[in-house]
């Protein structure tokens, strides 16, 4: 009998055989993936998840015998009253008596688990998020550590064993230092001649010479050490600075009386792919609500998108409580900060001077990026299309213009987010390519 | 004074490490071996773990397999299916080849450890090298060598041809898998080794002669038509290796289409035993592990706990639900194997007068081993059911038949356990384990070589059941492009010849190119 342990070989076999099975069914996927992101929360867009697609998509067919029709009998276990020739009322909708209860899953759809990856590239790759955005996003700069070379010293745990090596060789050799097989030979030669009854002649003579070169190559051997010190080679690292990978996202949302429960939903969804795509590009993204009305709260998810608190607009209410949530917990020096702004743009007109002020003086400085999303409502879309602006617009438009990473757009419909979204960044990437 | 020394028990945790896999086989070894007679493979063990017990069961249980959709989808299901917790995974996989491979997960605890191996590598090993139908029909020495050649053509003609090419040739064979055995043997070596090389051969001797000048030699004359009995004769019609027939006959195939139709088939092949002995297979299996689960107990190598945890286990494998249980699904193979073979045993040992009269020549014959044994060399499902299910076990499990007449609103109950129904009962069990009557009987039976090669495909309706109408019509679109000319199905009734239904189905023209 023979032992093997296959549990270090890699698993992850099926790999192959599983992305082979994603892309069959990737129109399918696709739309399941997109369908269950409706019921999810931010927080968990990106996680690995359960979906279901239609059976018959990867169904495998064969050739068998319907189950219906025909003449069959069976055999069953477990008889508690029947005796022969009862009758039996047919089962509903078998032929068999076959109870095909207790499978547990329906037959109709084929469910299974996406990991994150997965979920996240079939998701996006239906975006087609620009690279280039990504790479402009990532700012700042930590120190890490990589190989570089060898150094005569170091610490002990870094001592490379075959450089050193190495190099005591090419000294040994350089200074031709006796191997141990010389001495071996000699010392042979010597016990030889030393047995000898009766010596030769010129016996002594030999002997003598043999002994002078023992003495030597033993000096030699003992001078001349197998690894001397300057033989040490030690590994060396250094630092160099990579990407830091952390950032905040704010979400900012009016929810004053005038947003509608699509209004918030066409905030939501932008807000989610913003979230999606910092997931990506960071290790680590925090994610900071604020909801205002003509007062401004940090909450929590839950609040943020189904509170019912109402009341008027104070843009600069929610822009003040940014400020001081920044300046609390997230060092500018230390986050990658983007704030996402989504309002239906109905706004006190005496406070736009303070917004723009604010976020001139504070808020851009300190941003990575920040989207404004006006939403609008469904219906209006073709009459707000034809130029209607609102305060908030106005107040922005000249700011916009003024700040490459300030950008606003409005959006009335569903289907515009992903357009949107993906022009936001897109924009800024070719316009960074191009300078 | 002297006392018998009972042998410390083997293990006494859960936890497990590889001297004491070798204890536990060595222990197990002669009691399988030197006790019970048996005859085995060499085995091998190889621990794994969940991950690559998943992996492995995507792949029909083989270690190494070409690349497919088809398994990557069993494997998410799998997956599924035990993340939720809805099924476990197996303790155990083995595969029939010689050194006989068994999986050991590592997440099994000692006791788990002892009942895999006295199943497996005893148990299953056993059946593999003795019984007739694996005999007959697989070759253990050469499937893994034949499996690795089978992956690397795939790739091969993956690199060459494409994967979406290769993909439609596999998804259509896989379709006809079923049709691509032959069932009856006939003399032929199952050398799945000469195979690989054999195919090489060829391809270097196509590579040889390949002239594209002979391309322009002008054709002569055409043929007169073949009378239709000679054209079907050298066709080798009809023909139920549907696979095969298409390996051998199919006009538009290229080579490495035939060499992939042909890689299925066999591989359907190597199956198809394990299909037919199922019940008898895990049986053997599980009889051997109780009988060495029990040695291993009474003589002190493992403790009471160990035994309840083997016990328990064991009695969730062989449960029987019943019919109106909610959890029925058919006979769980290992129930069936195990209960019968438990019945032969009480019958070789303490027969009762009904024994006696049913089972003359195994009845009190005290030597229950070598009955099992030759039971297990020269019987398969349906012969064995038919042979040793017993009036006794019939009663204890309350079996009883249903009889489900086309055209009438009531089933009827047909037979039950008593003096009237065991023949009946026991014939109607038989006949489900039957391999011919488990799948339909279809043949290609001509082809019209002078008009327009449409290929004829008839299904022998036995007692009315006709074929799955939506995954015929999925099949036939496969068999068209495969065979690249119209195709026919007919059902026609077993008995009375009539035609009850025909399905058709074009090629699709850029499906081979």
């Known amino acids: 009998m023979h032992i093997v342990d296959r549990r270090l070989n890699p698993g992850g076999k099926s790999l192959v055989n599983r992305q082979r099975f994603l892309r069959r069914a990737r129109a399918y996927v696709q739309q399941a993936v997109r369908d269950s992101l409706k019921d999810r929360s931010i927080k968990d867009l990106d996680k690995e998840g359960q979906i279901s697609i239609q059976r018959d998509v990867i169904h495998e067919p064969t050739l068998h015998r319907a189950a219906q029709g025909g003449s069959r009998e069976r055999v069953f276990p477990g008889n508690h009253d029947y005796m022969e020739g009862d009758k039996i009322k047919r089962p509903d909708g078998g032929a068999g008596a076959g109870s095909k209860a207790g499978q547990g899953e329906g037959n109709d759809d084929f469910q299974f688990a996406l990991s994150r990856e997965e979920f996240l590239d079939l998701f996006l790759d239906d975006l087609e998020l620009p690279d280039l955005a990504k790479r402009r996003l990532i700012g700042g700069a930590v120190d890490g550590i990589r190989r570089a070379g060898y150094s005569t010293a170091g610490n002990p745990s870094n001592l490379s064993v075959p450089r050193t090596m190495q190099k005591a060789m090419s000294r040994r050799l350089a200074l031709r230092r006796p191997k141990g097989a010389d001495l071996a030979r000699i010392e042979e030669e010597i016990a030889l001649i030393e047995a000898r009854t009766p010596p030769l002649p010129d016996d002594a003579t030999r002997l003598e010479a043999l002994r002078e070169e023992r003495s030597t190559v033993i000096r030699r051997r003992n001078l001349i050490a197998y690894i001397d010190p300057v033989d040490l080679r030690y590994r060396r690292f250094e630092t160099v600075p990579k990407p830091v990978a952390q950032a905040v996202m704010f979400c900012l949302m009016d929810v004053s009386g005038s947003m509608t429960e699509h209004m918030k939903d066409l905030a939501k969804r932008f807000f989610a792919l913003l979230h999606l795509f910092l997931s990506r590009c960071y290790e680590h993204v925090e994610v900071v609500f604020i909801h205002h009305t003509d007062r401004a709260a940090e909450v929590d998810e839950q609040t943020f998108f189904y509170s019912t608190v109402t009341g008027g607009t104070l843009v600069s209410s929610a822009l003040d409580k940014l400020i001081e949530v920044v300046q609390e917990r997230f060092r500018p020096d230390d986050w990658n900060i983007y704030v996402a702004q989504a309002s239906d743009g109905d706004t006190m007109q005496s406070d736009n001077g303070r917004v723009v002020s604010l976020m001139q003086q504070e808020i851009l400085p300190f941003s990575q990026y920040f989207a404004y999303l006006e939403v609008g409502r469904e219906e209006f879309a073709d009459i707000e299309s034809i130029g209607t602006t609102t305060g908030l617009w106005q107040a922005y438009a000249p700011v916009s213009d003024a700040n490459r990473n300030f950008v606003m757009r409005k959006v009335h419909h569903r289907r515009e987010i992903y357009p949107v979204f993906r022009e936001l960044f897109q924009r800024k990437g070719v316009a960074e390519r191009s300078s | ?513």
């Not at chain 2, 029939?96 to 090993?125: K, R, W």
């Not at chain 2, 289409?257 to 591989?267: D, H, K, N, S, Y």
């Not at chain 2, 690249?484 to 077993?494: A, R």
Request: charged content about 25%; overall charge negative.
């Open chain 2, 1 to 513: 004074m002297t006392v018998a020394l009972a042998p410390a028990p083997l293990f006494t945790g859960s936890d497990w490490d590889f001297s004491l896999i070798n204890r536990i086989h060595d222990t197990i070894e002669p009691i399988a071996l030197q006790e019970m007679k048996l005859d085995i493979y060499p085995n091998q063990i190889e621990i794994i773990s969940a991950e690559q017990m998943l992996d492995a069961y995507s792949s029909i249980g083989m270690p190494l397999f070409y690349k497919h959709w088809s398994f990557g989808k069993q494997f998410v299901t799998n997956e599924m299916m035990y993340r939720k917790g809805l099924r476990g995974l197996a303790y155990e996989l083995v595969i029939n080849s010689d050194p006989c491979i068994n999986y050991l997960m590592q997440e099994n605890s000692a006791t788990m450890q002892t009942l895999v191996i006295a199943h497996a590598a005893f148990g299953h090993n056993h059946f593999f090298k003795n019984n007739y139908v694996f005999k007959q029909w697989t070759d253990a020495e050469g499937i893994l060598d034949y499996l690795e050649f089978a992956k690397r053509y795939i790739a091969q003609c993956e690199e060459r041809y494409g994967q979406l090419p290769v993909e439609r040739v596999l998804d259509a064979a896989h379709a006809l898998m079923n049709q691509g055995v032959h069932r009856y043997p006939r003399v032929r070596p199952r050398d799945l080794k000469a195979e690989a090389a054999r195919e090489a051969e060829r391809q270097a001797y196509r590579d040889r002669i390949y002239d594209d000048l002979w391309r322009t030699v002008p054709t002569g004359a055409k043929a007169d038509a073949i009378p239709s009995d000679a054209r079907r004769a050298a066709l080798g019609l009809p023909q139920e290796n549907i696979l095969y027939f298409l390996e051998k006959s199919g006009p538009r195939l290229e080579s490495w289409q035939r060499e992939i139709l042909r890689i299925v088939r066999l591989i359907a092949q190597y199956f198809y035993p394990q299909r037919q002995t199922k019940a008898m297979n895990e049986g053997c299996a599980t009889y051997t592990h109780y009988r060495i689960m029990t040695t291993l107990h009474e003589r002190g190598w493992i403790t009471d706990g160990s035994f309840m945890e083997f016990l328990s286990s064991h009695t969730n494998v062989v449960y029987q639900p019943t019919y109106d249980s909610g959890q029925f699904g058919g006979f769980n193979p290992y129930a069936l194997g195990f209960g019968i073979m438990s019945d032969i045993e009480r019958i070789c040992r303490e027969p009762t007068e009904e024994d006696r009269e049913w089972f003359p020549e195994i009845a009190g014959s005290g030597d229950a081993m070598e009955v099992l044994k030759d039971i297990w060399a020269n019987y398969r499902d349906e012969s064995f059911v038919s042979q040793f299910l017993s009036p006794h076990l019939i009663r204890q499990w309350r079996l009883f038949k249903i009889l489900d007449k086309q055209g009438e609103s009531e089933l009827r109950v047909d037979a039950i356990h008593d003096e009237r129904g065991y023949r009946r009962i026991r014939r109607s069990l038989a006949r489900e384990y039957e391999i011919g009557r488990q799948e339909p009987d279809i043949q290609v039976v001509d082809v019209d070589l002078a008009g327009d090669r449409k290929l004829i495909v008839e299904h022998a309706v036995l007692d009315g059941v006709q074929l799955d109408a939506g995954d015929a019509t999925m099949v036939l679109q496969n068999l068209a492009n495969l065979w690249g000319y119209e195709v026919l199905l007919k059902e026609v009734d077993s008995e009375s010849r009539k035609e009850l239904k025909s399905h058709s189905a074009q090629p699709n023209m850029a499906w081979l190119r």
